[in-house]
Nanobody
Framework: QVQLVESGGGLVQAGGSLRLTCIASRSIFSMDAMGWFRQAPGKQRELVAE???????YYADSVKGRFGISGDNAKNTVYLQMNSLKPEDTAVYYC???????????WGQGTQVTVSS
């Protein structure tokens, strides 16, 4: 079992920045993939950014060039740096990690990000 705790959400004006933090209860070195999803009201949850143990990194087209995902193995932490935020980035952001080739999937509780125009 892996517990994930997110933090760093909040209210920010358009053009501002936030950094989301996801702390895992065990080493992220053993994870297959670590990523951030978001879900806006009335919309499906979507993948925002993810990196894998194989070295691949993915960004949704809507955030490329503005968001950056990174990890710190020593701190069991995954970050999402969000710059040049737009009102359409408003959503609940969730951290997700997978283990053993996706056989195990763990989610955080979510953190609200609200971008005002």
């Amino acid at each position: 079992q892996v517990q994930l705790v997110e933090s760093g959400g909040g209210l920010v004006q358009a053009g501002g920045s936030l950094r989301l933090t996801c702390i895992a209860s065990r080493s992220i070195f053993s994870m297959d993939a670590m990523g951030w999803f978001r879900q806006a009201p009335g919309k499906q949850r979507e993948l925002v950014a993810e990196f894998t143990s194989g070295g691949s990194t993915y960004y949704a087209d809507s955030v490329k060039g503005r968001f950056g995902i990174s990890g710190d193995n020593a701190k069991n932490t995954v970050y999402l740096q969000m710059n040049s935020l737009k009102p359409e980035d408003t959503a609940v952001y969730y951290c997700r990690v997978t283990r053993q080739f996706g056989a195990y999937v763990y989610w955080g509780q979510g953190t609200q990000v609200t971008v005002s125009s």
